[in-house]
Nanobody, 124 residues
């Protein structure tokens, strides 16, 4: 039983920051990928940031490099996305996702079989 529950979304002005959280159950201590994806109105879902749970690699979309940081707590029970310098193009529904066993993580939605319900981020 895997459960991913996002929180932390909201309405912010350009230049401000938000931190998203994803509470994880059912896969703690397992070697896998965890990530954040987003979908804006009229656009396809895109990978934002991903993390390999043993620390092997992280990857970021070019549009968020230098502004967003993905991390997890020591117990691997919570995944975070720190979002700084937000701009209008960051407005989207943000989803937390988890893969099966995997040692190298990519920004590919097809690699992730478990998804949260999403949390809305609006920058205006």
């Amino acid at each position: 039983h895997v459960q991913l529950v996002e929180s932390g979304g909201g309405l912010v002005q350009p230049g401000e920051s938000l931190r998203l959280s994803c509470a994880v159950s059912g896969l703690t201590k397992t070697t896998r990928c965890m990530g954040w994806f987003r979908q804006a109105p009229g656009k396809e879902r895109e990978g934002v940031a991903v993390l390999q749970t043993t620390g092997r690699n992280t990857a970021y979309a070019d549009s968020v490099k230098g502004r967003f940081t993905i991390s997890q707590d020591d117990a691997k029970s919570t995944l975070y996305l720190q979002m700084n310098s937000l701009n209008l193009e960051d407005t989207a529904m943000y989803y937390c996702a988890a893969s099966g066993w995997r040692t190298w993580c990519q920004l590919l939605g097809s690699d992730y079989g478990f998804w949260g319900q999403g949390t809305q981020v609006t920058v205006s």
